[in-house]
């Protein structure tokens, strides 16, 4: 499993997923040129580590939180977030687990350059059929990776077993909707963003449909965490929300965002729609995303707590 997934209507590049919207999954990564994408990740984690940072220190500040030894990130990417994690709990050892190679190397160099090297480590492993190969954890971080398993219930109880008395699962599951642009950018139909969302839902659908023992699954988190004998902790959501002017940096994740949507939704999308994205694209269109002032960064992703007694 290589968390370069989608998670239902948002990206998350933080851990590295990728799918048709420019995120992959855990059965196939293999036609993705790391080199390039590698980096992207790396830096789109970088931009969304506020959102992180915050819910790290919900958990860490918890009366229920457990001693935190040893932490597994589940899909772990390029490392952003396992060396966040490393840092909140600076008594842990934090195992980065992730099926794509390329992207554990991130990983080390990342921590190296942390001065983390020595609490963060790497472990290749494709789920669910590696989990065995875990071991214990005080918590284990799983950012929309469930979604990516088509018994998501089953997977979610392999991970319970995992858990060392009073440990936790914090799993990144939903939120909004990314928003990048006005709903009428004065080019096209308005609404354009909540057509892409629309094109993304009918793909994630039959992404979930076409998954190894896909089975359907009420979105009820807590409700799960219960059935495969875990206690709710609770249940909160974490902005980013990067007003207009955009910064390079943010506005090039956007570029890019965009560019991977136009490629991936062509077939879906209708030719005005085509275009507009044409002209967003252009560089030298003063209507496009390289030089629009009022081009934003807003999302909210969900962490769900369970505890096992």
């Not at 040893?70 to 050892?93: M, N, Q, T, W, Y």
């Amino acid at each position: 499993m290589t968390k370069h997934a989608d998670h239902g209507p948002h990206h998350d590049s933080a851990h590295g997923r990728h799918d048709r919207t420019g995120h992959s999954h855990h059965h196939d990564t293999t036609d993705f040129d790391w080199d390039v994408l590698g980096p992207l990740l790396e830096q789109n984690g970088e931009l969304s580590s506020p959102q992180y940072t915050a819910a790290a220190h919900w958990i860490a500040g918890l009366p229920t939180a457990p001693q935190v030894r040893r932490v597994l990130d589940i899909g772990s990417g390029p490392g952003v977030i396992s060396c966040l994690l490393a840092e909140e709990f600076p008594e842990a050892e934090v195992v980065a687990v992730d099926g794509t190679a390329a992207l554990l190397e991130r990983t080390r160099a990342r921590a190296e350059r942390l001065g983390l090297g020595d609490r963060v480590r790497t472990l290749h492993a494709e789920l669910p059929d590696g989990l065995p190969k875990l071991g214990e954890a005080d918590l284990i971080w799983a950012g929309n990776t469930l979604h990516h398993m088509g018994d998501q219930r089953a997977v979610l109880a392999g991970f319970a077993g995992l858990l060392r008395p009073g440990g936790t699962i914090a799993l990144v599951e939903g939120g909004l909707p990314t928003r990048q642009l006005p709903r009428d950018i004065g080019i096209g139909r308005p609404g354009l963003e909540a057509r892409l969302d629309a094109i993304h839902a009918e793909w994630f659908e039959e992404m979930r449909a076409a998954l190894p023992d896909a089975k359907q699954e009420v979105e009820d988190w807590s409700a799960l965490f219960t059935a495969v004998g875990l206690a709710p902790q609770g249940t909160r959501s974490f902005l980013l929300d990067l007003p207009a002017p955009l910064s390079g940096q943010a506005r090039d994740q956007v570029i890019a965002e965009f560019a991977r949507r136009r490629e991936a939704f062509a077939e879906e999308l209708a030719a005005d729609d085509l275009a507009t994205l044409d002209r967003l694209l252009d560089p030298e269109d003063p209507a496009g995303l390289h030089q629009r002032p009022d081009l934003f960064l807003l999302t909210a992703r969900t962490v769900h707590l369970g505890r096992r007694a």
